[in-house]
């Protein structure tokens, strides 16, 4: 009966966008511990942030009190352009599953860029624009965030400089050609436009880059130039909050029909996507309202909530971040050359980091290959090819689906497809001729890592 009335895919109309981000924190029994100011080991202010970041994100960055934040009427114009999202039933996919669940997913790949990123990037951009900056810079290393950023930029009109991990842009010519493409400044890192890449090159001529090295060089063109900040696309509560537009549309779609999600999955590598789409959700389970379960699923390769420690560490291999209490394999942990599934991230969101310490939330890790076999079931039936990212929360979607053929129960189940893979063919590529491999670092690769923690609590 309920399932004749519920449309495939669950439209809002451009007024039901939700008006205002949810800040989970201002619901939390308990905050995140402080950023450190590695330099003083003292919590950093607003002013040590400042000077890299926009003062309305770094206000928004500090803010644990305020629930309800509204979003700009000149940033809704532009979320119009892509938003509402659609949030969709996955009819096939259940029917091929041979499920009692009902799966749903929340599709934030209907942009150019391809994915959520696009949320924060904008908001970043239209305060930049508004504090009467005239330049950002940023690091990318797979493209996606470099993406989304250029598309923002050149709406507002900002002029963009982004460092590409060398080695990413020169495997990824086309996501190059489309950040040029959007106006940005494109610079292979590292580079000789900065102190920072100039000594990198002449320490390791030959070397193809990293993301802590691109980053170096994205803060201190931000610190140096006039009107310029730097603009990070994962991670910080900030973005996180930005990232809860997904959640707030999902809770109002779902709230239209009644329909009330039993378990929430998303994919993990910051952790914006994941903890913007539970958000909403999440804080209903906190004040007693709900008892969903939240599962973040990670690459097994970088395995940070389920093998992590809870500790201080700095947010990039470059060490000029603030010290964050995360869940995380040391900065220093790189994980290996074959991983193709994104979510390389040697950290986790405080924000999501805390949730987990706390209990309210669940984390799994899976191998690539099955991440792989998950995305081609479900770009067969659903008709989507999933980003290599996504696809790690279709797999744990699709194994709570067969956990309830098994035992019978018609569980609502809600996943966050956060993009689409047509840059990531090459993976799905050594997918297909079996050259690609699993690999799962052992203890002792991993202390590594954990080696590379800074000496603080
Ligand atoms: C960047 C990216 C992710 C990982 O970032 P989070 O901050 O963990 O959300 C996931 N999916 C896609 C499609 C991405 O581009």
């Not at 499920?99 to 990037?121: D, Q, R, V």
């Not at 980053?215 to 130039?225: D, G, Q």
């Not at 010290?323 to 220093?332: F, I, P, V």
């Not at 008709?383 to 018609?410: F, M, R, V, W, Y």
Request: overall charge neutral; charged content about 25%.
């Amino acid at each position: 009966m309920k399932d004749k009335k519920i449309p495939t895919r669950i439209y809002l109309t451009e007024d039901e966008i939700p008006k205002f981000w949810y800040n989970v924190r201002a619901d939390m029994k308990e905050q995140h511990d402080p950023f450190i100011h590695p330099a003083t080991g003292k919590p950093c202010t607003a002013a040590d942030l400042e000077p890299v970041f926009c003062k309305e994100l770094v206000k928004q960055e500090l803010d644990c009190t305020t629930r309800l934040v509204p979003i700009p009427d000149g940033l809704m114009e532009f979320y119009k352009s892509t938003r509402p999202s659609p949030l969709i039933r996955a009819r096939f996919l259940e029917k091929e599953l041979d499920t009692p669940a009902e799966i749903y997913y929340k599709f934030e790949g209907n942009n150019t860029s391809g994915s959520h990123k696009l949320n924060s990037a904008a908001a970043q951009v239209y305060y930049a624009k508004e504090e009467g900056l005239t330049h950002l810079t940023t690091e990318t290393g797979a493209g996606q965030w470099g993406t989304a950023l250029s598309m923002a930029c050149a709406f507002y009109g900002i002029d963009l400089t982004v460092y590409m991990v060398k080695v990413s842009s020169e495997q990824k010519p086309f996501r190059k050609a489309v950040i040029e493409t959007f106006g940005a400044n494109l610079i292979p890192s590292p580079s000789n436009t900065t102190d920072a890449g100039r000594k990198i090159l002449k320490e390791f001529p030959g070397t193809g880059g990293s993301l802590g090295c691109a980053i170096s060089e994205a803060v201190e063109v931000a610190l140096k130039t006039p009107n310029c900040r730097y603009v990070l696309g994962s991670v910080l509560d900030h973005v996180v909050l930005h990232q809860s537009i997904i959640g707030q549309e999902c809770k109002v779609a779902l709230d239209k029909y009644g329909i009330k999600p039993d378990i929430i999955i998303g994919c993990a590598g910051g952790g914006s996507n994941l903890g913007g789409l539970i958000a909403p959700f999440i804080g209903e389970k906190i004040n007693g309202k709900s008892n969903t379960r939240f599962i973040a699923v990670e690459p097994a390769s970088c395995p940070s909530l389920t093998r992590g420690k809870y500790a201080y560490d700095f947010g990039d291999t470059g060490k000029m971040t603030p010290l964050m209490r995360m869940y995380t394999l040391g900065s220093g942990f790189i994980p290996s050359p074959n991983h193709a599934g994104g979510l390389r991230y040697h950290g986790m969101s405080p924000i999501v980091s805390k949730l987990y310490h706390d209990g309210y939330m669940e984390a799994r890790s899976v191998k690539q290959t099955e991440v792989f076999d998950a995305a081609t079931k479900f770009a067969k039936v659903e008709g989507i090819l999933p980003a290599p990212e996504s696809s790690h929360a279709i797999k744990a979607a699709i194994d709570e689906a067969l956990e309830c053929k098994k035992t019978g129960e018609k569980k609502v189940i809600l996943f966050g497809l956060s993009g689409t893979g047509y840059f990531d063919m090459s993976a799905y590529m050594s997918y297909r001729d079996k050259s690609m491999t699993d690999y799962i670092p052992t203890d002792e690769d991993l202390r590594k890592g954990f080696d590379s923690l800074p000496k603080i609590d």
